[in-house]
């Protein structure tokens, strides 16, 4: 089974993030990726635009369909990944580190409450694999 | 099981990707049946898949000469131009029983409802089950001239095409299935062309096939609808339920047609912003 960073929150949908004060670096996890397959196509936001938690915030595509990104945390982005958009094999690669996707200095931190520590996401990512 | 059924109807471009879109969304916020729909489509339409570059991929000249409106869809995948085809919606929950954990299993599932279905029309089509690279001088724009994964072939060739959008733990698939096949049509609103026209349409025709031409006797879309239907019960050991939208579907349906689907900047540019 994947392992999942301790010092990275996830969400429900698969997305990470990395909190230093009141910014948040975004991802998807080892585990999306994994599930995704091959990334073909992203779409991500631009500096300066808002995101809202639980509200997509780019999209992602594989041979297998289009995902949408859903954003753990509300806030300004206030950086984007270029290198992502230059080599986007980085997510499948290295999705918790060098394939980071934007960060997002946080309207309200307490947000971040509500995300799942690495253990329970392991635990919440093998009750989604073992529903089918 | 009961599934929502959303019987056959004929509309525009714009309203039939709202109508999935908002069944999609609606899903995402209340405990909803899973949902099928079928539909057709008004006027010969292009459309495209989120992420493909307009510019690159369809000759919108000629649309536009033509009268065929472009649409992007909220699915992945690529250009289809569609003309009389029945097109299916299924909107449900990656958590629904009925189908495996992983996303291909979902295609899999759905292709074997409607290899079922065909079946009884006397089609006997089979799931793609290998990535096929396209051939280099097929039309890599077009959805129908490149199998991809557990999609619907008749003596290898593409009946059925099919998309996915994933989110917050609902998908929507949808695809077509061709009533009948004109390359000639086909090649002549989708880029990049290569200077061997007659080498495109030889192309489409020995890799894209109809359900007009597998059936001896005269099938129309009722005929097909009903049979997909019974592929879809018999399959899934579904009850398929006549229903309509909701109310609040239909708030979500008119907001995405007006500022979404009719939007200029969405169909042609794409992105998740175009429309906000």
């Known amino acids: ?132 | 099981m009961q599934w929502r059924f959303l019987p056959f109807e004929r509309l525009g471009a714009f309203e039939n990707m709202a109508i999935d879109e908002a069944i999609f969304r609606f899903h995402q916020h209340e405990d909803m049946p899973p949902t099928l729909r079928f539909y057709g489509w008004k006027f010969p339409t292009v459309s495209l898949g989120y992420f493909q570059d307009v510019e690159k991929e369809v000759d919108i000249e000629a649309c536009r000469r033509k009268n065929i409106p472009v649409v992007r869809r909220p699915t992945g995948g690529k250009a289809v131009l569609h003309e009389g085809d029945v097109t299916y919606a299924v909107v449900g929950r990656d958590s629904n029983p009925l189908f495996p954990a992983d996303i291909l299993g979902t295609y899999r599932v759905i292709s074997r409802c409607i290899a079922g279905g065909l079946a009884l029309l006397g089609i006997e089509a089979e799931m793609e089950g290998n990535s096929r690279a396209p051939n280099g001088d097929s039309l890599k724009a077009s959805c129908f001239s490149s199998p991809s994964r557990y999609e619907l072939l008749v003596k290898n060739r593409k009946i059925c095409g099919s998309a996915q959008v994933r989110s917050h733990g609902i998908f929507l698939q949808h695809g077509s299935i061709l009533m009948e096949f004109n390359p000639f049509k086909t090649c002549d609103v989708m880029l990049p062309r290569s200077g061997d026209y007659e080498r495109q349409i030889l192309r489409m025709k020995q890799s894209v096939t109809s359900v007009s031409e597998h059936t001896d006797r005269a099938v129309d879309v009722g005929m097909v609808c009903r049979a997909l239907m019974t592929g879809f019960e018999k399959t899934l050991g579904i009850e398929l339920v006549k229903g309509e939208l909701s109310p609040e579907e239909e708030e979500i349906k008119a907001v995405l047609m007006t500022h979404k689907y009719m939007n200029e900047r969405w169909n042609m540019e794409g992105g998740c912003r175009a429309w906000i």
């Open chain 1, 1 to 132: 089974m994947k392992v999942f960073p301790d010092d990275l929150l996830y969400n429900r949908e698969h997305t990470w993030v990395r909190v230093e004060g009141d910014l948040a670096t975004i991802g998807i996890t080892d585990y999306a990726q994994e599930k995704l397959g091959e990334v073909l196509s992203l779409e991500l936001p631009e500096t300066d635009d808002s995101v809202e938690r639980d509200e997509p915030f780019g999209a992602i595509e594989s041979a297998k369909g289009v995902f949408e990104l859903i954003s753990p945390v509300s806030g300004e982005v206030i950086s984007v990944n270029d290198d992502i958009t230059d080599d986007i094999g980085i997510i499948n690669s290295d999705p918790h580190d060098t394939g980071w996707m934007i960060v997002v200095e946080m309207n309200d931190p307490e947000e971040l409450d509500d995300l799942l520590d690495s253990g329970e996401y392991h635990d919440f990512v093998l009750r989604e694999a073992g529903d089918g």
